[in-house]
Structure formats: structure tokens, C-alpha cells
């Protein structure tokens, strides 16, 4: 074992109490994407009956999921992974995609932005092209935003969901169908056969909500998510006036774009 190894496992199990532990375990586990329930309670110096207690509460929280002898942070085709995990993924792709998405932006237009991580990173630069309203049911948007001068910020409402860090429900689809918006940008989990997809059906209700309220709307997509599906059918990629993608998009999963004749902007890295 690697002396750096060592010490983290050291570390690990002078952890008092459940709650810093399972503050460690979610760190390990959004660090790494998965864990297993064995290689945990080694590492924390407890049993695997107090590891299977700690990861309940945690995917309680909606930090992690548990499957057959472990927990990962990772999505799948059902489940997306948890904002912080998002966060932390495929940084240079989504600043890449933001800064081509800003240009389309120009001052005093009313702009509308989902929770997706990828629309935080565009977010980060719309003080460039003020004055600007910016609607946002994203809480981590909504502070980053608040510090911006020539914004008029709107924040939909709703019920407050800690794994996406956002608002959601029949509340903030009634906020969103009652504006009217000149640009809508939003991210999703998967693209391919012309349909944009994502896991869960509370938020694909909130995305198309949002999608109907704006005249033209905008697909933001780290390359990952092309050529991938999900449970829920978002909507048909020609509800956008146009998708962009970072350069470490395939060949392939942009001929797709180009056989559904999709527009497309790719962001250098």
C-alpha cells in the first residue's frame, strides 16, 4: 500500500461519529464515482452492518446510490447522479460549451436556464452581456447570479429537491408557463436518435415546461452524453434552434446530429 493510501485510511478511521464519517464516505464516493461496502468499512474502521447504515442515510440524502455491494455517484439510465458529483465532472467540456453558448446572448434579452451544471458554467459569464433577466430554478444559479450587477434575477419556485440542488414539481411548472423568455438554454443526460432524454420524470416536466415558454430554445452537451438514452424522452431535437458540443464529440455521434439534420456548434477545448 502506497504510503499516500495509508495515510488517507488513517485518516479515514480516526472519523468520530456518523456524521463525519458518512461526511467522508460522500467525499470519497463523489471523488472516485463508486465504492464498495467492504473496501469502505476497511478504510473506517467499522463493521459492514455501520456501513450499510451510513450509505442509507446518504442515498436518503440523494448523494448516493446503493447497489448489490456497494455505492456509486455515477448515472445510470434511470438515475442521475448527484449535482455535486455533476459539479465535478467534465469541467473544461462545459466551460468550453459556455463560452460558445454566451455569445448567442446579447443585452437586455430575458433568459431562462435550467439546473444543469453545464447552464451554471454559462451563468458564470452572463455579467459580460448585462443588462439581462435571467430565470433559473437552480439554487447554486441563483446565488452566483445574485452577485451579478445589471441582473434582474428571478427565481421559480417550488419544492426544494437536495439532490439537484433545485426546484421542482407542479409549483415551478406553473412559475414557468406563466413567462415568456427570448432564449432558453438547458443541458440533459443523453442524446441520440433525435430525441434529447433524461432519467427522471420530475425533471423532464420542469425542462419541457421550460422549453415552451421561450422562443428559441438551446441544447448545452459535454460530449459524454451523445450516442447514449435514458428513461424519459425530453423532447425531439428539433424543438431546438440549435445544439453545441465540446470538440471531444466523435465523429459518429455527430454524423447522428447531421442524419436527423440537427444544427450544431462545436466548442474547441
Not at 485510511?9 to 464515482?33: F, H, T
Amino acid at each position: 500500500m502506497e504510503q499516500g493510501e495509508s495515510e488517507a485510511r488513517g485518516a479515514s478511521r480516526r472519523a468520530q461519529g456518523p456524521a463525519e464519517r458518512q461526511r467522508l464516505i460522500a467525499e470519497q464516493v463523489l471523488s472516485e464515482g463508486s465504492a464498495s461496502a467492504a473496501d469502505l468499512a476497511e478504510r473506517f474502521g467499522v463493521s459492514l452492518m455501520t456501513i450499510h447504515r451510513d450509505l442509507d442515510e446518504l442515498e436518503r440524502q440523494g448523494v448516493v446510490r446503493k447497489f448489490r455491494g456497494g455505492v456509486t455517484a455515477q448515472p445510470s439510465g434511470v438515475f442521475e447522479s448527484n449535482v455535486a458529483y455533476r459539479r465535478k465532472s467534465m469541467r473544461a467540456e462545459k466551460e468550453a460549451v459556455a463560452e460558445r453558448a454566451v455569445r448567442l446572448i446579447e443585452p437586455g434579452m430575458a433568459v431562462m436556464l435550467d439546473d444543469s451544471t453545464t447552464t451554471l458554467a454559462l451563468a458564470a459569464r452572463l455579467s459580460e452581456v448585462t443588462p439581462l433577466t435571467v430565470v433559473t430554478n437552480f439554487l447554486e444559479g441563483l446565488n452566483l447570479l445574485a452577485q451579478f450587477r445589471g441582473i434582474r434575477l428571478m427565481a421559480l419556485g417550488g419544492d426544494y429537491d437536495a439532490m439537484h440542488d433545485s426546484f421542482l414539481g407542479v409549483s415551478c411548472v406553473e412559475a414557468i408557463e406563466s413567462l415568456s423568455v427570448d432564449l432558453c438554454f438547458v443541458s440533459t443526460s443523453a442524446v441520440s436518435a433525435g430525441y434529447a432524454f433524461h432519467q427522471e420524470q420530475h425533471i423532464v416536466s420542469v425542462k419541457r415546461a421550460m422549453l415552451a415558454s421561450a422562443a428559441r430554445n438551446v441544447l448545452l452537451l459535454d460530449h459524454t452524453k451523445l450516442g447514449r438514452t435514458a428513461l424519459h424522452r425530453v423532447a425531439p431535437l428539433g424543438e431546438f434552434e440549435r445544439v453545441i458540443v465540446d470538440a471531444g464529440a466523435s465523429p459518429e455521434a455527430l454524423r447522428d446530429l447531421d442524419e436527423h439534420k440537427v444544427p450544431y456548434d462545436v466548442a474547441p477545448l
